[in-house]
C-alpha cells in the first residue's frame, strides 16, 4: 500500500499593477444606493434601473473604502459614525434575460475592516457592471457578516 502524502501550497497571486490615473481614463460607475437593503434584482429588469442613481468616474483600482467617502460626500445622512455599507456587484445574466447581485465586501464609517481594501478590479468588476450599496445606518442591525458555506450533506443515512 502506498503511504499518502500531503502539501499545503501557498496561492501567489500577481501583484495588480497600479493604474497611473493621470494617464489612464476613469470608467462611469453607475452606484444605486438603498436604506437597509439591497435593491431587487428584478429592478435591473428590461432596461430598467432603480431611481436612486449615483454617478461615479473612477478606476479598477478604487478601494471599497474609497467608494464609500464617495458616497458619504453626497449623501450627509451617511456620514455618521457606525453606518454600514454593503457592496454587491449586479451583473446581467448571461444564459437569461435577468440580472445576479453578488456580494463584494462590508465597509463601516469610523471602522476599519477587512474589505476596506478590495478593489474593483479584485472583486472581478467588469465595465458595465452596475454596483448597489445598502446604507445601514448606526441604529439599525448590522448586516450580518457572510461566509462561504461549504456543501453539506444533511441527508440521515
Keep these: 500500500m502506498a503511504g499518502l502524502e500531503s502539501m499545503v501550497v501557498e496561492e501567489v497571486r500577481p501583484a495588480e499593477k497600479p493604474v497611473d490615473r ?8 453607475r452606484v444605486f444606493c438603498s436604506t437597509g437593503r439591497h435593491n431587487s434584482p428584478g429592478d435591473y429588469a428590461r432596461g430598467n434601473v432603480p431611481q436612486n ?3 461615479i468616474y473612477t478606476w479598477m483600482d478604487a478601494t471599497l473604502r474609497e467608494l464609500t467617502g464617495l458616497v458619504k460626500e453626497v449623501n450627509p445622512e451617511t ?8 457592496f454587491a456587484i449586479v451583473y446581467p445574466d448571461m444564459r437569461s434575460p435577468t440580472y445576479r447581485m453578488r ?12 474589505d476596506d481594501n478590495k478593489t474593483l478590479s479584485q472583486v472581478k468588476f467588469q465595465i458595465g457592471n452596475y454596483l448597489d450599496i445598502s446604507i445601514t445606518p448606526p441604529n ?6 457572510r461566509r462561504a458555506q461549504p456543501y453539506v450533506n444533511n441527508r440521515p443515512y
Excluded: A, H, N, W
Excluded at 493621470?22 to 460607475?29: A, F, H, R, V
Excluded at 455618521?80 to 454593503?86: E, S, V
Design 22 to 29: 493621470e494617464k489612464t481614463c476613469p470608467l462611469l460607475l
Design 53 to 55: 442613481e449615483l454617478q
Design 140 to 145: 439599525r442591525m448590522p448586516p450580518p457578516m
Design 79 to 86: 456620514r455618521r459614525k457606525g453606518t454600514y455599507f454593503d
Design 103 to 114: 456580494e463584494i465586501g462590508v465597509t463601516c464609517s469610523g471602522q476599519r475592516g477587512g
